[in-house]
């Protein structure tokens, strides 16, 4: 699977948007980007995914660049309930199979008020 | 959405004994289950795979001897680490993926104790 880069960790205001970049040039054709978050002491949580194209949903929104060598995942109205590590992770998925995840160290993200 | 039960959430165990971790999906099968371990300040580690009705598959550097998994139905996984030592203490974190869906849901993890 491609290695993702990320910042170690950024800082955000309660209520602004918080735009979470994630580098990954090295990503083939059949890889998509999925964006993980694991709050302290929890299991981690699926955001969101995408292969080509910008997606949202009711967390966020993810941008892909169009040569998808990088992602920006946006938490749109950042809350003190978002602060936690987010994960970008590159794998390839094919249809119905499973797929494994490597975790980087991801970014944590604090939202002060 | 999905919901993968995890228990226990927390155990403290003495070293040289064994201890059990269930993994469950409460409302769908799961044919596949992973197993993370995860030490303080430091990212998940995927250690392996569960098959149901199969062996697990183990990532490179993870005894099998030692995580014994068994996936003896569609919504239970367990993973057994036997003669446990201190160095084994960590956060263990299980996931499954509904057919239907992209993402993977967590457990919410056990925290292994080992004095």
């Known amino acids: 699977d491609a290695k993702t880069t990320q910042p170690p960790s950024m800082d955000c205001a309660e209520g602004r948007a918080a735009n979470l970049p994630c580098n990954h040039s090295t990503i083939s054709g059949n890889e998509y980007v999925y964006w993980y978050r694991q709050i302290h002491s929890q299991g981690p949580q699926y955001i969101i995914h995408g292969l080509k194209n910008n997606e949202t949903n009711e967390m966020a929104s993810l941008i892909i660049t169009e040569d998808r060598k990088s992602s920006t995942l946006i938490l749109p109205h950042a809350t003190l309930r978002d602060t936690a590590v987010y994960y970008c992770i590159v794998s390839a998925h094919s249809g119905g199979s499973n797929y494994k995840l490597t975790f980087g160290k991801g970014t944590l993200l604090t939202v002060n008020p | 959405g999905a919901v993968v039960s995890q228990h226990p959430s927390r155990v403290i165990c003495k070293s040289g004994t064994s201890v059990k971790i269930e993994c469950r999906s409460l409302d769908f099968q799961a044919t596949t289950m992973f197993w993370y371990r995860q030490f303080p300040k430091q990212s998940l580690m995927l250690m392996a795979t569960s098959n149901e009705g199969s062996k697990a598959t183990y990532e490179q550097g993870v005894e099998k001897d030692k995580f014994l998994i068994n996936h003896a139905s569609l919504t239970l996984s367990t993973l057994t680490v036997t003669s446990a030592h201190p160095e084994d203490s960590s956060f263990y974190i299980c996931?499954?993926?509904?057919?239907?869906?992209?993402?993977?849901?967590f457990g919410s993890g056990t925290r292994l104790t080992v004095v």
């Open positions: 996931s499954a993926r509904p057919d239907s869906e992209y993402g993977y849901t």
